[in-house]
């Protein structure tokens, strides 16, 4: 067995039932998520257009694409032209607009998540909790007509410190529940995307659905 599939059946073992497991392979080669999409593996993460745009069509039409890095406006019409099966990375009202406004033109659905901001120390993309909330307590999803938001993605601070990372994960976990209970009436919100390689035990303990691991799966990444 290959060290990817190695790698990927002992996640796999380690995850309770119900939570997703994303492969992330940015920076990887296409030969290397073959090797995943051979060992079963089908939902992968990229976080640039252009590095998807070039793998798309050397891989199977089967693999569920996540899109999981910070999405400039100006290349929302051709990732939707990817057909993604999801965009975790959704970081302000305007991009969520811009989506929403080509998913129509291009006659497809798209289904994002929304990115909330909680880690401590670097300013990073992504709505703080109070802003997110503002926006379902105002209900500014119901304006849109091609964009399903399934749920909540978001990363905890870069440290060792074990309190502050489970700190970070319950509080993407608890504003998720404070959304749900916000708008019962919310179909299909039920994604909840935290933990990468080395915190995702922890995030899966605060209540993760989706784990997006890169490192863990396919080594270190040459940049
Ligand atoms: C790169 C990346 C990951 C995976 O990180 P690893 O530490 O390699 O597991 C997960 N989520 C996002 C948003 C990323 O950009």
Known sequence: MSTIAENIRKIRESLPEGVTLVAVSKFHPAEAIQE???????????????????????????????FIG?????????????????????????????????????GVTARVLMQLHVAREETKFGFSPDELMQYFADRGFERLQATHVC????????????????????????????????????????????????DYPLAVDCGSTMVRVGTAIFGERQY
Not at 52 to 64: C, E, R, S, T
Not at 73 to 99: M, W
Not at 172 to 188: E, V, W
């Open 36 to 66: 995943a999409y051979n060992a079963g593996q089908r939902n992968f993460g990229e976080s640039r257009v252009q590095e998807l745009a070039a793998k798309v069509p050397q891989l199977p039409g089967d693999i569920n694409w996540h």
């Open 151 to 198: 749920g909540v993605m978001g990363m905890a601070s870069n440290t060792d410190d074990q309190t502050r990372i489970a700190d970070d994960f319950n509080l993407i976990a608890s504003t998720f529940h404070d959304i749900c209970a916000q708008c019962p009436d919310l179909r299909g919100f039920d994604t909840v995307s935290m933990g990468m390689s080395h």
């Open 70 to 106: 910070h999405l400039q406006t100006n290349k929302v019409k051709q990732l939707l032209q990817l057909r993604p099966a999801l965009i975790e990375s959704v970081d302000t009202e305007r991009l969520l607009d811009v989506i929403d406004r080509e998913a129509v033109k291009l």
